[in-house]
């Protein structure tokens, strides 16, 4: 069974940093699109981060600058590197395995940005 794990989550105040991780129990990891989504209360998921299988990365506009997706294919992790934290990031933030028509999802982190 497919199980995806994030954790670093946390409170925060505004301008500082996270770092997210997410283990992934996938086979072939290496060929999986990861990304990061995040849901803050009332809202819908958005996309916020991802990174191919040839880390090739994508960003929302509102990111751009601040935050970074990696990955360690040796390891089965991708990382979500946030800086310069602003309250608005504030969300449970997901993450996503996909290849084809494969899609897995983690349970999700708290991330909480005090002003």
């Known amino acids: 069974q497919v199980q995806l794990v994030e954790s670093g989550g946390g409170l925060v105040q505004t301008g500082g940093s996270l770092r997210l991780s997410c283990a992934a129990s996938l086979t072939f990891f290496s060929i999986y699109t990861m990304g990061w989504y995040r849901q803050a209360p009332g809202k819908q998921r958005e996309l916020v981060a991802t990174?191919?299988?040839?880390?090739?990365?994508n960003y929302v506009d509102s990111v751009k600058g601040r935050f970074t997706i990696s990955r360690d294919n040796a390891k089965n992790t991708v990382y979500l590197q946030m800086n310069s934290l602003k309250p608005e990031d504030a969300a449970v933030y997901y993450c996503n395995a996909r290849r084809q028509f494969h899609t897995y999802w983690g349970q999700g982190t708290q991330v909480t940005v005090s002003s």
């Open positions: 990174i191919t299988s040839e880390s090739r990365t």
